[in-house]
């Protein structure tokens, strides 16, 4: 009796000390651990800086040919040693010379960069869409938890109410000693649930904080939210629609095809010849001359047809490549739909019918067995069934939230809040 007593007394001294600490937690909703985890994560803000990169890389094709300065002096008498002027014939001869490019050269190649930075953004978004997913997970699986903890806490405090009513009528001789340490005995369960709950609930905030990259104490914070479900009536067609019009790597997919086809003109243009237009000056035995010259390549072989050739190849392929990530994501669309719809399905009987009767029940047999009309085997059973279909509430609403989630990941943005 003393050691049932001892544990009741420590379970008791955990609870107080985990409202206690929880006084001084701060609670973080939703927005709040998104501007942290936007703000603090690595590799969201290293993803940024590819998008810096790459415009730096359309300075670079932006770029002019630069001018050429050619200096020549010759004709120097250094084989008539008996002229004494050895400077009188030299020739002096600066050119300078610039290359022209035709065909739209550089606007294909500063085209093609933009496109490259077009797709690192929208690469970037895919990696934040792919990242909030797994932020909103740990952040779910943290409000279950904490949720699941809640429960363990109003579970065991009111079996601990049932314990001491049953002493009463042990002390009075309505029920016997036998039938008390049965009771007593089904309050390890209530133990043992709490005590998971704590330590499920500091690991979900411990892969929380990882994603915020966060290095304050577990118990410095908590998470506030609507753990609840909430029916909800959505079209496929409508969702299907949505993540064409928003998927981030469908874009990036789409600016490859232009990028690729950008190359290709490119190929071809710099398969054409650039003339090379340059003034000289020239000054010969005291006369000062100008003229100009003019160089043109001859294009007896064509120097770029296997670039031609693989830019080409390279059209096909991007092609083909947007063609398989649309068809991945219609596919994780209707996937992540029909899984909301089932347990849409089965959370909605729970809501509205076995919540409600599993409370009725425990009330309703807790009066009789107080009163003597129901046995100590339907009191038990009627207090294992309420826990059973509270925590099968609670756990379906995490996998309602999960699939939530699970959609609007497959649709690049919150469709659901």
Request: proline letters at 3%; hydrophobic letters at 40%; glycine letters at 4%.
């Amino acid at each position: 009796m003393h050691s049932l007593e001892g544990r009741a007394f420590s379970c008791f001294c955990i609870l107080a000390a985990f409202a206690g600490s929880s006084h001084a937690q701060k609670q973080l909703s939703w927005n709040e651990v998104r501007e942290r985890f936007e703000l603090k994560n690595p590799n969201l803000l290293a993803g940024k800086l590819n998008i810096e990169e790459s415009r730096a890389n359309e300075v670079t094709a932006g770029l002019r040919p630069n001018p050429q300065l050619n200096f020549i002096t010759d004709q120097y008498r250094i084989f008539h040693p008996s002229q004494i002027d050895l400077l009188g014939n030299a020739q002096i001869t600066p050119t300078v010379s610039q290359l022209f490019e035709r065909r739209r050269k550089r606007e294909l190649r500063l085209e093609s960069a933009r496109y490259s930075t077009a797709i690192a953004g929208t690469d970037q978004a895919d990696l934040v869409r792919n990242l909030l997913f797994n932020l909103r997970d740990a952040f779910t699986r943290a409000l279950q938890q904490q949720s699941l903890l809640e429960l363990a806490q109003q579970n065991i405090q009111y079996y601990d109410r049932v314990i001491e009513t049953s002493r009463i009528r042990l002390q009075a001789g309505d029920i016997s000693r036998s039938d008390f340490a049965r009771i007593e005995l089904q309050r390890q369960q209530f133990e043992s649930d709490l005590i998971n709950a704590q330590v499920n609930l500091r690991t979900a905030k411990i892969g929380l904080l990882a994603l915020m990259n966060e290095k304050n104490p577990i118990d410095s914070f908590t998470v506030t939210g609507d753990f609840d479900f909430h029916p909800i009536a959505i079209l496929l067609a409508d969702v299907r629609q949505a993540a064409l019009d928003s998927r981030p790597d469908l874009r990036s997919a789409a600016t490859a095809v232009n990028r690729a086809r950008t190359d290709n003109r490119l190929a071809f243009a710099n398969g054409s010849v650039d003339p090379i237009a340059g003034l000289e000056y020239q000054r010969t035995g005291g006369f000062d001359t100008l003229g100009l010259n003019v160089t043109i390549p001859l294009r007896i072989f064509d120097r770029n047809q296997g670039e031609k050739a693989r830019t080409a190849i390279g059209i096909h392929r991007a092609e083909r490549s947007r063609e398989a990530i649309e068809t991945a994501l219609l596919r994780d669309v209707d996937s992540g739909y029909a899984t909301l719809q089932s347990v849409n399905d089965i959370l909605r009987p729970y809501r509205e019918k076995y919540l409600p009767e599993a409370v009725e029940v425990r009330d309703y047999v807790e009066f009789a067995y107080k009163n003597g009309a129901a046995s100590l085997l339907d009191f038990l059973d009627a207090q294992k069934s309420y826990r059973d279909t509270q925590l099968n509430y609670r756990n379906l609403v995490g996998n309602y939230l999960s699939a939530v989630n699970q959609l609007n990941l497959a649709v690049g943005r919150e469709v659901i809040p």
